[in-house]
């Protein structure tokens, strides 16, 4: 079984500054990582994600990932933050042996922008 | 391209009432999932299905939820008697067959039971 902790449940960042949302996961078994980030009444949207590879991984609007197997960690950055970045941001899991690809959310962080 | 459709967008019910959710995929979307939000928490995984087959709905409280997905396109989800703990956001995503596949979600259906 996989779990996802993301010790920051709230973030609020200045605009322009930058920003870092920590995740961490655990896991038996080797996993995908993903970052959605979720607008007020929408769905999900895929942020960017990690399948093997180049450990650090860019995704849309500005948004980077590094992921750390030592430290089983995926922390998400931007160096410098908009308005429109607020929304809440889930980590996700999902195992990487075909056909499993079922994923398992952390709790989301809800990052704040201050104008 | 159309994304996930999802309906209704919001529903009020009263506990012990029965409430469907309707979700259409996106087109040659193999895999189907319904994930259910609890306010303040993560989505967690109630059903996923492969074509019209489950492949895991482990955490379906079976005696009250169903889902089905009939000819392997739409999908429905059912609640029978709902309670008050199932207040949340119930979201449906699709994705081509594999491990690799990016899911697409819908907007949700947000559901309060009063």
């Known amino acids: 079984a996989q779990s996802v902790t993301q010790l920051d449940s709230q973030v609020p960042v200045f605009e322009e500054a930058p920003v870092e949302l920590r995740c961490n996961y655990s896991?038996?078994?080797?996993?995908?990582l993903f970052w959605y980030v979720q607008y007020p009444n929408q769905g999900l949207q895929l942020l960017l994600k990690y399948l093997s590879g180049s450990t650090l991984v860019k995704g849309i609007n500005g948004f980077e990932a590094e992921f750390n197997k030592s430290q089983t960690s995926f922390h998400l950055r931007k160096p410098s933050v908009h308005i429109s970045d607020t929304a809440e941001y889930f980590c996700a899991v999902s195992p990487s042996n075909f056909g499993n690809e079922k994923l398992t959310f952390g709790t989301g962080t809800r990052l704040t922008i201050i104008p | 391209e159309a994304g996930v459709a999802q309906s209704p967008r919001y529903k009020i019910i009263e506990k012990r009432q029965s409430v469907a959710f309707w979700c259409n995929p996106i087109?040659?979307?193999?895999?189907l999932y319904w994930y259910q939000q609890i306010l303040g928490q993560g989505p967690k995984l109630l059903i996923q299905f492969q074509n019209n087959g489950v492949v895991d709905d482990s955490q379906l409280p079976k005696d009250r939820f169903s889902a089905e997905r009939l000819k392997g396109v739409d999908s429905t989800l059912k609640i029978q008697p709902a309670k008050l703990e199932d207040s949340a956001v119930y979201l449906c995503?699709?994705?081509?067959?594999?491990?690799?596949?990016?899911?697409?979600f819908g907007q949700g259906t947000r559901l309060t039971v009063v």
């Open positions: 087109s040659g979307h193999a895999t």
């Open positions: 896991s038996s078994v080797s996993v995908y």
């Open positions: 995503a699709s994705s081509f067959f594999g491990a690799r596949a990016e899911a697409f």
